[in-house]
């Protein structure tokens, strides 16, 4: 599986920097957020929160490597956006 298509739209509220879609095999899509952190920018995964206010990650890359794709994707189409 491989990111084809990642796209960013800014909606700048606290720390929240915006929301990107990524794009697998054109055929799969997942929307991240973009957070600014104490150390830098922070892709979050899709997640739900329960009714006891915990947080679980609804969609994840099973590999290191996909994580490291999705990452890299989102934050350069952020970079492209500014």
Known sequence: ?????????????GRLKGFARVVFDDSFAIVTRVIQSKNGLIVALPDH???????????????RELRQEIVESVIKAYKEAE
Do not use: D, I
């Open 49 to 63: 929160v329960n009714k006891e206010g915990r947080r679980s990650l609804v969609a994840f890359p099973l590999t």
């Open 1 to 13: 599986m491989k990111v084809t298509k990642t796209t960013f739209k800014k909606y700048e509220s």
